[in-house]
């Protein structure tokens, strides 16, 4: 009993410095729509920064309590500064396109907090007075955990009163509540984002902060933490402070009690509770329905053109160029890297085409990739399965895979969606990981290679040849009546079902769809690679998948292939090049941001038609 | 503008990079070696990793190279990323035309690098890479290991274990193959000792996430004598805290699995826990000649002391320069022949590559550790030579696929 | 008895406590045009939302040509031969004008479930066609997302007709026109209904739309229908009258 008791309380512990975080989060998204990846980078530097001012301080509580003080504030002023000089200028871009710039200061803060403060893991000073435990029911409990238990419900208070009382907080609710009014503010628009960057970053780094006395300040913290914050905010309700107040609690509490029970759950925890809650709550516990969010997409997008005669040309000439290119190139290292490419050509192809014409974000995509690789795998391992019905079986097991999962997803909107596609793909990852008996759990499956019929050369041309096919089989089909059908219900849900296209079914066939051709990519790579392992399916590889087709231009056709080919040519040349690749290809990515709000195929279209103008 | 500029220069530049290899062949007189390891994911470990095998390949050229040929070291990141380190690993070999392929941290990692070596009939020497598949179960004749295994770090600690009077034992392991592999190791080797042991609680705590507070009192609340743990970097930090606070070692014998490295006492500072029964290195101890040369030269060149990483980084390196010296030749299947049973002499004293599983016996530290001015450092540690806590050939055979 | 395109019979709606549709019933008859009016927010197109199944009604019945369709879903109902316009233009941004009139045809022709034919090869002639007729024919080629808000009024008036409905539901069809255009696009809906004989019920603010072409008119006042008949009948309405004082309704009569 007494146990129980207190592992409420730990739970409490944990729900609380849950909460400081993820707070900031929900309040920027709330009032900016940006999804902010960085988020986590902050809070990394909210510890490391008030270790390093902490440790210089004169010991004593102001010491401590002064430099927790002042590490949030300046990460607070980091935050702030993001906003100025980077997310300011690309806030007219497409949807989730900010998401991008902030995933490239995640790579650059990565690096430059390495150079900052070494490799080393830091433990930074226990808090003055507060070292010891308590004694609760006969059992010890650390002083410093009341003190946080405390510090959470304080903070959210605190929020609150702000919100409540304030102009400023008026205008931050209401701008949460209805995006028109946003645009309605005019030149004090501007300033409400900076100072609600200012007010979320200043909590992210309190958060960090107030981590020092309880864990080690180290280089993992950023990717350690922001899956789990976003999955607060979400399971809250985006924009709710309540909502991620009591999230932070479910989940801490869950987390408390469930490691009692089945200690490997903490392993996907949070992903079944926001499954559940997501499945159930489609706008999660406390979420509103947008005001002006209505069924119309904020921006219009860009008409399909059908591919001018010189780019069908070019885009054949580059086939070719691809296909005889290893003639021409030294080494069987130019043929992994070609492959590699076409791979992922057609893994962001296949992402774009529900992203794009299907108008749904997806965080998890490489569980279909990493399904489609599993599949392959384990035929070719369990029933010795030659290649061929190996890799037919890949696209069967992310298609199946994708109807299951798209079956819930495609009912939601938003990121809400994009966080339920994400909680599918950890659930599939965690199976991965953990069902060693069937998939080797972490060690993988090896000994996956091709057929010895096929050299090196052959599996590339097999490649490149599904992927070319799959690639233009995609574009073909939003073409088609179906893609068209499919953008209709993105642009205007209303307008669609009143000419009777209704948008669940076709947002699921087309995830299916995707999934599939996402699982052609995955059982290519598992044959390339030889070896299938839980990364197949794990975050970053969506992550990429998200990036390249951002990066290459969600609303052209050509933007995942020109993404996926500058994303992997990049970080290929970058990592062999250099030790701080991170840093080099953080700084390159926010420049690409910048100078191409559109993507690069953007960019290219839009120069295209001014040269046509002229 | 700018941006579309670099990425167009930096496909192409990708092609040009490509066909490079052509020109640069004929005048490489060096042997290379191709090192591959997850710098940005496994920093803390492997920056000292990667100073000594500097160091290292210093002063095999220093003294005149393999038969007059110059190392020379070819790195790569992975990023902890399995496929990376393939598709490094394809770069290597046929664009750097590297002699063999060394490096790997993650298990999973070793594993895909060993799987490719024997698909592509190249020699891998694995140098941190723990699991007990690199060498046992996924064993083949082109992979081999350095360090003591997770087995063999298990027996170490319980042989020290099973002297205890603790029959109650609760055990933390991170939750993946290591973690899991070491609980299973020291169940089945502690029952074997002693047959009335119990084991009251585990947890598996997420690795790099643990709820500290939450397993420390999951633990706790399962009364045991003595804790077996397993975690290590961040989450033994926090768990150590959190442990220390609430007066969970207190009365408790502790073994842990790696925790007297310099890697993992060091960040814990004053706080690292006393009387812990542990493998690791006490740099600042061992006064062998060997290791008194290899520490004052680490010191000299790189102004700081040498951790475990820097052990492994620079053996790794004695053992490849060891090989090509006794195969002098740079074909594959010669120098895995050659491989079979080296002898070279490490920082820890002389190891061999066993030509039965591939696995070497240089061995570990095993002691308690204790707080000496204020840092964490180990105390009654004895070398545990690797070679005596192996499994009988007998055994061996039955563990690895024949080749 | 008469054989009615579309009955309502007793609808009723609430937001909260917002009553928007209390209680409206009527008829409508093959070919007829009949007018909805009433001040902002008296509950138009709430009733309209209920008639084609965006939103379902807390009571009532809506019949379509004697088939009880009351909570049939949009897509359904559409199926069933209801055309609809929206107060609020709803077309496709990303599309071509002739391409969202296609989709609206495809989508008529049961087309949607083909991946592999091109879109472009589908229904162009057609869609031209039904553009031509509502005056777009120079605009074909334009993103939706360009037009001027008097021609996406066009545009959803070609893509509701595309279905050949038996019923025409429109919202407000000449708001942002200006008043030459509204009585000729008015006057082109009254033809095509007369030569299909399709039913029309719309909603208008403009009076000399509204007299000029409605065969009847329907009031309603905050969510109750408060008079009922031909142009005559309803202008000498004394409730009606009432509702629309100082609104500038008894100028638009006077001048009808
Ligand atoms: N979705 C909704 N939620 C809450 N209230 C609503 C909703 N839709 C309409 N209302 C309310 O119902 C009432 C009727 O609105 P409706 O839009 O049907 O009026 P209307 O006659 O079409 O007005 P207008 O001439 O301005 O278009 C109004 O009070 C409106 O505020
Ligand atoms: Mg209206």
């Known amino acids: 009993m007494e146990n129980l008791l207190l592992q409420a309380l730990n739970g409490l512990a944990s729900a609380s410095s849950l909460f400081l975080v993820a707070s900031g989060l929900t309040v920027i998204f709330g009032v900016t729509r940006i999804v902010n990846f960085a988020h986590g980078s902050l809070y990394m530097l909210g510890a490391y920064l008030a270790f390093s001012i902490v440790t210089h301080l004169p010991r004593g509580h102001a010491g401590f309590w002064g430099g927790v003080l002042l590490a949030a504030l300046a990460v607070g002023a980091i935050g702030a500064l993001l906003e100025l000089v980077l997310l300011r200028r690309i806030y007219r871009a497409p949807e989730l396109f900010q998401l991008l710039a902030t995933f490239g200061v995640v790579l650059v803060v990565q690096d430059l907090a390495l150079l900052s403060w070494g490799a080393q893991d830091l433990l930074g000073p226990r808090a003055p007075g507060l070292r010891g435990s308590v004694e609760l029911l006969g059992l010890r409990f650390p002083l410093y955990e009341l003190v946080l238990i405390g510090i959470g419900p304080l903070v959210l208070g605190l929020l609150l009163l702000l919100f409540k009382c304030t102009r400023w907080g008026t205008l931050v609710r209401a701008a949460t509540q209805d995006r028109e009014m946003v ?109 002006a969010q209505a069924a119309v997409a904020s921006v219009a997008e860009p008409v399909l053109m059908r591919a001018p005669k010189q780019l069908k040309w070019l885009g054949l000439a580059a086939l070719l160029g691809a296909a005889v290119a290893p003639a021409y190139l030294a080494g069987d290292y130019a043929l992994i890297v070609l492959t590699d490419m076409a791979i992922a050509v057609l893994f962001a192809a296949s992402l774009h085409f529900i992203m794009g014409p299907g108008g749904m974000a997806s965080f998890g995509h490489a569980a279909y990739f990493g399904i489609g690789a599993y599949g392959a795998a384990l035929l070719a391992k369990w029933f010795a399965a030659p290649m061929v019905p190996a890799l037919l079986a890949a696209p069967l097991c992310a298609g199946l895979a994708g109807a299951l999962f798209g079956f819930f997803c495609v009912r939601l909107s938003g990121v809400y969606s994009a966080m339920l596609t994400l909680a599918f793909a950890q659930i599939a990852w965690s199976i991965a990981f953990q069902w060693v008996e069937l998939t080797g759990g972490d060690n993988g499956i090896l000994g996956v290679w091709p057929d010895a019929w096929a050299t090196k050369l052959h599996y590339y041309w097999l490649t490149l040849g599904l992927s070319a096919a799959g690639t233009l089989l995609l574009r073909r089909m939003a073409m088609s009546p179906f893609g068209y059908a499919l953008r209709a219900q993105r642009d205007n849900a209303l307008r669609a079902e009143a000419i009777g296209i209704g948008g669940f079914e076709f947002r699921w066939v087309a995830f299916v769809l995707a999934a599939a051709f996402a699982g052609v990519a995955g059982g290519l790579f598992a044959f390339a690679k030889g070896s299938v392992f839980p990364t197949a399916l794990d975050i970053p590889r969506s992550v990429d998948a998200l990036l390249m087709v951002l990066l290459g231009g969600v609303q052209t056709l050509a933007g995942p292939i020109l993404g996926a080919l500058a994303f992997t040519g990049l970080h290929e040349q970058l990592v062999r090049a250099t030790d701080y690749w991170r840093l080099v290809l953080g700084g390159v990515i926010l420049l690409l941001v910048l100078a191409f709000p559109q993507g690069l195929a953007g960019a290219v279209r839009q120069w295209w038609e001014s040269k046509g103008r002229a | 503008m700018v941006g579309i500029g670099f990425g167009r220069r930096s496909v192409l530049g990708g092609v040009a990079a490509l066909a490079a290899p052509k020109v640069g062949r004929a005048q490489a007189e060096a042997l290379k070696i191709g090192e591959i390891n997850s710098y940005t994911a496994q920093p803390a470990f492997l920056q000292p990793y ?267 390196v004695q053992a490849i320069a060891a090989l090509l010296r006794k195969a002098n030749t740079t074909e594959t299947e010669k120098l895995v022949d050659a491989m079979k049973g080296l002898n070279f002499g490490s920082v820890f004293g002389d190891v061999s590559f066993r030509a039965q599983d591939h696995q070497s016996t240089m061995g570990a530290f095993v002691g308690k550790t204790v707080l000496r001015n204020g840092r964490g450092t180990m105390v009654d540690w004895r070398y545990a030579d690797g070679a005596k806590y192996l499994p009988s050939d007998a055994v061996v055979q039955t563990l690895r696929p024949a080749g | ?200 019920l719309f909603t208008e603010h403009d009076m000399d739309v509204v007299f000029g072409h409605a065969d009847r008119v329907l009031v309603l006042d905050r969510g109750r229908l408060i008079a009922e008949g031909n142009a005559e009948e309803v202008r000498n309405n004394p409730l009606v009258q009432e509702v629309y004082l100082g609104s500038g309704f008894e100028e638009a009569v006077a001048a009808c």
């Not at chain 1, 107040?245 to 009690?257: Q, V, W, Y």
């Not at chain 2, 004749?141 to 600690?157: D, E, I, K, P, V």
């Not at chain 3, 000729?184 to 209904?193: D, F, S, W």
């Open chain 2, 50 to 316: 990667r100073q000594a095998w500097t160091l290292a390949v210093e002063q095999v050229n220093a003294a005149g190279g393999i038969h007059g040929r110059p190392l020379q070291t070819v790195h790569r990141d992975d990023a902890g990323k399995p496929e990376d380190a393939v598709r490094h690993a394809g770069e290597l070999i046929n664009s750097e035309k590297v002699v063999l392929l060394a490096g790997g941290f993650l298990s999973n990692v070793g594993l895909a690098l060993g799987d490719f070596a024997l698909q592509n009939k190249r020699l891998f020497v694995a140098s941190e890479p723990l699991t007990d598949a690199i060498v046992w179960s996924k064993g083949n004749r082109y992979t081999f290991r350095l360090r003591a295994s997770t087995y063999m770090q298990c027996a170490m600690l319980v042989e020290e274990a099973a002297k205890l009077p603790a029959k109650k034992w609760a055990l933390v392991a991170p939750n993946y193959e290591y973690g899991q592999s070491a609980v299973r190791w020291f169940k089945e080797l502690l029952k074997a000792a002693k047959p009335d042991v119990e084991f009251v609680a585990e947890q598996f705590p997420a690795l790099g996430r643990i709820d500290a507070g939450a397993t420390v009192q999951a633990l706790a609340a399962s009364s045991p004598e003595a804790i077996f743990n397993v975690t290590f970097g961040a989450d033994l930090t926090n768990f150590v805290r959190q442990g220390a606070t609430r007066g969970l070692f207190e009365r408790r014998a502790v073994v842990s699995l790696l925790t007297g490295e310099p890697e993992y006492l060091d960040p814990l500072g004053d706080e690292a826990p006393e009387g812990w029964i542990v493998t690791g290195y006490p740099w600042d101890q061992i006064n062998t000649p060997a290791h008194t040369l290899f520490r004052d030269a680490y010191r000299r060149r790189f102004n700081d002391y040498p951790r475990l990483g820097s052990v492994v980084g620079y053996d790794t």
């Open chain 1, 183 to 291: 645009g309605a503010l005019g030149v004090n628009q501007r300033w409400l984002f900076t100072s609600v960057f200012f007010l979320g970053s200043l909590l992210a780094g309190l958060g960090g902060a107030l981590q020092l006395p309880r864990e080690s300040v180290n280089l993992h913290m950023d990717l350690a933490i922001i899956t789990e914050t976003f999955v607060v905010v979400v399971v809250g309700g985006l924009g709710s402070l309540p909502g991620a107040a009591l999230a932070a609690l479910l989940i801490g509490e869950l987390h408390a009690f469930g490691i009692l029970i089945f200690p490997k759950i903490t392993l996907v925890l949070v992903f079944l509770v926001m499954a559940v809650v997501l499945v159930i709550r489609p706008r999660g516990l406390f979420g509103k329905a947008q005001v």
């Open chain 3, 1 to 200: 008895m008469k054989r009615y395109t579309l009955e309502a019979e007793g609808l009723e709606k609430s937001f909260g406590g917002v009553r928007a549709v209390q209680g409206v019933s009527f008829g409508l008859l093959p070919g007829e045009m009949l007018a909805l009016i009433g001040p902002n927010g008296a509950g138009k197109s709430t009733c309209f939302n209920l008639l084609n199944g965006h939103l379902k009604p807390d009571q009532g019945r809506v019949k379509l040509l004697g088939h009880d369709i009351t909570g049939l879903a949009p897509r359904k109902v559409w199926r069933r031969g209801v055309g609809r316009t929206f107060q609020i233009t709803a077309t496709f941004g990303s599309m071509t004008v002739r391409e969202n009139v296609q989709l609206a045809l495809m989508s008529h022709r049961h087309e949607l479930a083909r991946l592999w034919t091109p879109a472009w090869r589908l229904r162009g002639g057609q869609a031209d066609t039904l553009l031509e007729r509502v005056g777009l024919a120079d605009q074909v080629a334009r993103p939706c997302s360009v037009l001027a808000y008097g021609d996406l009024k066009r545009v959803e008036l070609a893509i509701a007709l595309a279905n050949n409905p038996r019923l025409l539901l429109m919202d407000e069809p000449t708001a942002g026109m200006a008043p030459q255009e509204r009585v000729g696009l008015m006057a082109l809906v009254a033809e095509i209904a007369r030569e299909r004989g399709m039913s029309v």
